[in-house]
Structure formats: C-alpha cells, structure tokens
C-alpha cells in the first residue's frame, strides 16, 4: 500500500520567505510527528499530532513554525520568515496507534530537504 | 548531557565481522526502546524493537540494560549491505516526545 508522501521534495526558498511543507501519512494512521533533521544529525522532534488534535508541540524552536492537521489526515508544517537555520531536512512520520500505546512503529516520508539562502 | 547518546563513529569493518553499538539514555523513566536504519540520503525505516529480555532478529540482536540506562545493538555476519546509519530512539511515555540519537555511522568493507 501507499506509504507516507511529503511534497515537495526539495524546497529552496530566500531568507524571509514563507513556505508550507506536506505531509500525507499512511491511511488510517492517528498518529503523525514532524521532525528536523540537519546533517549528520539524527532527526529532532518538532511536534505530534493524534488525529486533528496537536498533543506535543515542544519541539517547535520559534513561533515561526506551525503545524496543523485539520481533519485528522494530511498534515502541513509551516515555517514563517525563514532563516538560514531553518535549512534542514523535515521528515514526517506516521503510526497507527496513538503514541500513548507505547510500542508502535513509525513510518517516515521521504522527507522535504529545505534550503534557505 | 544529552537525552540520548551514542557514538557517531564511523565504524569500518570487513565484510564477515561482528560489530556492535551501545546508545545511553539519560531518563530513568524511559519505556520503549528502538533501533532505527538510514540510508544515506533516505528516510529512517525501523530496524527493531528492544525488548527488556533482549531479542534477536537473524544476525542482528537488541540488548536492553536497564540499570546501567543503555541499549546495545549487535550485528554478526556483516554485510555489505549493512552500511547504514543507525540510529536509537527512546520513548519516556505518555504523550512525551520521542528522542532519536544522533546515530552511528557503519561502512562496511569488502
């Protein structure tokens, strides 16, 4: 079946710019994260959703950055005024379970490599 | 210190040998454990999950040491194709967030 698509795949945008990053996760799945990856880092937590509902936002490092998942399904990160900083690769990821039940394994997208000039 | 912990290597080993990496967790309370793989350039796709009583998955096997607060994966047999990056999560519970690793770097060599 359909894993989890992220468009685009490559974004380039300049410093200041607003830009909206996509997640659609595996069908069925209530669980959706969104994590920053740098190079040669491993990916930081940015924040979970269960269903429409954002339980954890800690993640996010500046107000600049929104998440929303408004019906529960397809998942848009947005990152206002962009900063060099920003560059990174943003993954989202998905599973069936809420994350409360502990064990569930999380499907990743091929992630959106996010370059700011 | 750092949520979790482990050593970016790289670690270069031949095709046929036995390799391992531990990953420290600094929270007590930590519930479940995973080890993650990623391809360069690609997404992090589970690998296993750690078990309290350790568990093994054909060459790969999970060790999970509570008291001392760290996860070990083993690999025997290596395979060219094993060179990854591999990567540790630990999850507290709840609705906390999960925590990867910085991950480490395996290339091994013909």
Redesign the interface.
């Known amino acids: 079946g359909a894993g989890v698509s992220q468009s685009p795949r490559y974004k380039v945008a300049k410093r200041g710019q607003d830009v909206a990053l996509r997640c659609d996760p595996i069908s069925g799945h209530v669980s959706l ?1 969104w ?1 920053q990856q740098a190079l ?6 940015l924040t ?1 959703f269960q269903n429409e509902a954002q ?2 936002k ?2 996010l490092p500046s107000d600049r950055f929104f998440a929303e998942r408004p019906e529960g399904s397809v998942s848009t990160l947005k990152i206002q005024r962009t900063q060099q900083e920003d560059s990174a690769v943003y ?1 989202c990821a998905s599973s069936l379970a809420p ?2 039940a ?2 569930d ?2 499907y ?4 959106t490599r996010l370059t700011v000039l | 210190r750092k949520e979790v912990e482990q050593d970016p290597g790289p670690f270069n080993v031949p095709e046929g040998a036995t390799v391992a990496f531990n990953c420290t967790y600094s929270n007590s309370a930590s519930q479940s454990f995973f080890w993650y793989r990623q391809d360069c350039r690609k997404e992090p796709k589970l690998l296993m999950s750690v078990y309290s009583s350790g568990n093994e998955d054909g060459r790969f096997t999970a060790q999970l040491n509570r008291a001392s607060q760290y996860i070990s994966l083993l690999i025997r047999d290596s395979k060219l194709s094993d060179s990854a990056t591999y990567l540790c999560v630990v999850w507290v519970g709840g609705y906390q967030k999960v925590t990867f690793g910085t991950g480490t770097k395996l290339q091994v060599i013909p």
């Open positions: 994260f994590y040669g880092q491993g990916p930081e937590f979970y339980l954890d800690s993640g993954l994350k409360g502990g064990t394994t999380q990743f997208g091929p992630g």
